[in-house]
């Protein structure tokens, strides 16, 4: 991982020098919290608690949530994918296709899976531009705000995510936590051990713009339709 400190310490100087201001230093003085509100949100909830708060804050950014049990999660999505209207599909090059049983849908023959490796950059680009349904397993689902947590690796680039006309997140329900706060401490912990990740995204069903008028209108520059599939834990 690069050091970044050094550049960080000279555009601090440098801030300061053009302003005119000595720089401003804590010290050893840390910050103090006025509360824990953060921390503790929602974390008294169960795990059914927390799907069933999820679902109703999805009603609000027009995104169903489908459960459904691990022996139904095939059909389920070959279902889903139907009901979108089938056309080239696209899915990341993860593991837990195979773990989950679902290698028949990337068999499919109108397919493809994300490429590995810098050289194909422009044409996953092209193919999920192309792609009709994505889908992706999400790292977290956050019951408050109704957000899937998704990474960007060598085996799904953000465009997977964002370009396909599409997209199904399969979320195992072991995967719903409280809030932002318990996913930002888990990529925390994974880089203070050294693990490398790549970009996170937080993704907030369907895109939409609110910036015309007041109107909301749902499925402008990215995925139009957008449904979370609830994997009920073995």
Not at 52 to 78: F, G, M, R, S, W
């Amino acid at each position: 991982m690069a050091d970044t400190t050094n550049n960080k310490e000279k555009f601090l100087n440098h801030l300061a020098d053009r302003l005119g201001t000595p720089r401003h230093s804590l010290g050893d003085k840390k910050i103090e919290a006025v509360h824990d509100l953060a921390q503790t949100t929602l974390t008294d909830k169960t795990q059914d608690e927390l799907l069933e708060i999820a679902k109703e804050k999805c009603k609000t950014i027009h995104t169903p949530v489908v459960e459904v049990n691990y022996a139904d999660l095939l059909p389920k999505l070959e279902e889903l994918i139907t009901d979108y209207g089938n056309g080239n599909l696209l899915f990341p090059d993860d593991n837990r296709f195979k773990e989950f049983e679902l290698d028949s849908l990337l068999a499919k023959e109108d397919a493809h899976t994300w490429k590995c490796g810098n050289e194909f950059r422009d044409e996953n680009i092209r193919v999920a531009a192309d792609t009709n349904v994505a889908v992706a397993f999400a790292e977290f689902f956050l019951a408050e705000s109704g957000s899937v947590v998704v990474e960007s690796n060598a085996g799904q680039g953000r465009s997977l995510h964002f370009l396909p006309k599409r997209y199904i997140s399969i979320i195992p329900k072991s995967k719903i936590v409280p809030r932002s706060t318990q996913a930002a401490a888990y990529y925390t912990e994974k880089r203070e051990r050294g693990e490398e990740t790549g970009a996170i995204h937080f993704i907030s069903g369907p895109s939409n713009s609110g910036d015309i008028e007041m109107q909301l209108v749902v499925g402008v520059h990215g995925p139009l339709e957008v449904t979370y599939l609830v994997v009920m834990d073995k």
